[in-house]
């Protein structure tokens, strides 16, 4: 039987199902919104699998659980990590490289700089060097809390 939820309070009470449950949440990196009940209510039972789909940035809850934490932080409370964590890797709503490279090429003769704000640092960086390299564009590559003026 599957059971959408569209409120908060409704997604809250399939925590109270008995037996086996499947809890299908598009929360992506698992920083906000109500995945983060689910995990609160689970991670610390052994018998809970939590299945990652798709990229998990550094520094979030879904990278912390795929990086094998023993305890993470959910509303202020440390919570034991007894789940098992796995990854189904392929289904990225990210684009590659070639992709970015693509839409660069569509906007390249309007001279823009190119801000990459998003994805890990040695990948923003690699990207950074293609940019310069193939289409003589200025990048910058912020990090938190820097001011970029336009």
Known sequence: ????CVTA???KTINQCPGPCLVMAGAGMCNAGRILHHLKQNLWK???AVLMVGYQAKGTLGRLLIEGAKQ???FGEKIVVKASTHTLGGF???AGQTDLLGW???VTASKPIMVLTHGEDY????LSQCIKKQYRLKTLLP????????
């Open 9 to 11: 309070e409704q997604s």
């Open 46 to 48: 052994p018998e809970t």
């Open 123 to 126: 990948q923003r960086q690699m």
């Open 72 to 74: 993470v932080n959910i």
């Open 1 to 4: 039987m599957l059971t959408a």
């Open 92 to 94: 990225s709503a990210h």
């Open 143 to 150: 990090i938190q809390g820097d001011v970029i003026e336009v």
């Open 104 to 106: 660069v090429d569509a």
